[in-house]
Nanobody
Framework: QVQLVESGGGLVQPGGSLRLSCAAS????????MNWYRQAPGKQRELVAT???????NYVDSVRGRFTISRDNAQNTVYLQMNSLKPEDTAVYYC?????????WGQGTQVTVSS
């Protein structure tokens, strides 16, 4: 049974930093591309960052240079380091993995950027 559990969200002031974690279980973690998505109120869910099984990364333009995705295969965990946070980064952040034709999601963690 695949399980993704996010943590690390919270309230932060503009310009601040947060690190999100996603602990995976029930999968052979090291072979999968892992993704972070986010969904702001009233908006569609968007792909924020991706890390391949070999460690290659990609980012949506709005976070490139501020966010860093990484993975620890020994701990079955993927991270999202978020720096220079802006109010428009406020959203629920979700960890995702695609296994065959199926998307698996975590429960999400709220990130709120506000003064």
């Amino acid at each position: 049974q695949v399980q993704l559990v996010e943590s690390g969200g919270g309230l932060v002031q503009p310009g601040g930093s947060l690190r999100l974690s996603c602990a995976a279980s029930g999968i052979f973690f090291r072979i999968y591309t892992m993704n972070w998505y986010r969904q702001a109120p009233g908006k569609q869910r968007e792909l924020v960052a991706t890390i391949s099984s070999l460690g290659g990364t990609n980012y949506v333009d709005s976070v490139r240079g501020r966010f860093t995705i990484s993975r620890d295969n020994a701990q079955n965990t993927v991270y999202l380091q978020m720096n220079s946070l802006k109010p428009e980064d406020t959203a629920v952040y979700y960890c995702n993995v695609r296994i065959g034709p199926s998307d698996r999601w975590g429960q999400g963690t709220q990130v709120t950027v506000s003064s």
